[in-house]
């Protein structure tokens, strides 16, 4: 199989694309162009929260794959969205106690893939990315994660600290991977459980810290102060991983 991210071209087949429900990630419009049908595809993108950049002639016409962009280039997703309540859907009909990915804000392609990889394998129910500041499932995600975007659910967030508060009320409860805290091996990391990993370089934001109920850190005895994000989530995942079956 073949992962493009869907690049759509004209004016037409960007209304089409909106209307038929699919996932546009971002939007980038001729910057003063303000004729109806641009108006039309503007109110659609704000309706479905997608990121809209307005840019020069120049920037289109070297995006455009058909060079008949008509002032308008969308980028869909390379695969769809799923909603929080598939994830925990997903848990229920395994019989499993939820086990989630929430990753605030990772920009690197190459690490969300990775990561999307990892909680496939590691048996988690779904992994959940923020809307903005954040990579979305493109075409090197998926290339990435070698498959495993066919099978892990990912859902798209408007807030990670929202998300997390209403994940609460349904008895999961949260731990995020931070430098400063307490050695994962000494946290009791079994039942529905939310695993939150922090952007490459400031780690996970303190809005998000604060709406986690531990902050475990892994272990280490190098001469450098931290893992990649990808290779952080897998040390965190398998420990839970580990716990989980220690509970059968």
């Not at 595809?41 to 070297?62: M, P």
């Not at 099978?151 to 994940?167: D, F, R």
């Not at 400031?202 to 902050?215: A, I, M, P, T």
């Amino acid at each position: 199989m073949r992962y493009e991210e869907l690049t759509i071209e004209g004016r037409n087949a960007v209304t089409e694309a909106f209307r038929s429900g699919k996932t546009i990630d971002k939007l980038f419009v001729l910057d003063g162009c303000q004729d109806g049908p641009v108006r039309t595809i503007l109110r659609e993108a704000k309706k479905h929260d997608t990121i809209i950049n307005f840019v020069a002639k120049e920037r289109l016409d070297q995006m455009s794959e058909t060079g008949k962009h008509q002032g308008v280039i969308a980028i869909a997703a390379a695969y769809e969205y799923a909603e929080v309540e598939d994830i925990l859907a997903l848990a229920a009909e395994k019989g499993e106690a939820p086990f989630i990915f929430l990753l605030d804000n990772i920009e690197d392609p190459h690490n969300l893939g990775a990561i999307v990889r990892t909680a496939n394998l590691a048996g988690a129910h779904g992994v959940i990315i923020p809307k903005r500041r954040a990579v979305g499932l493109t075409a090197t995600v998926a290339r990435t994660s070698a498959g495993a975007l066919n099978y892990t659910p990912v859902a798209k967030v408007t807030n990670l600290s929202k998300t997390i508060e209403e994940l609460k009320k349904q008895g999961m409860w949260f731990v995020c991977a931070d430098m400063g805290g307490e050695s994962m091996y000494r946290l009791n990391l079994t039942g529905p459980i939310g695993l939150v990993i922090g952007n490459e370089g400031e780690g996970v934001s303190r809005l998000v810290k604060e709406k986690c109920d531990y902050v475990a850190s892994i272990p280490m005895k190098g001469d450098i102060d931290s893992l990649n994000a990808s290779v952080a989530a897998g040390v965190l995942a398998y420990e839970i991983v580990r716990q989980r079956l220690g509970e059968k």
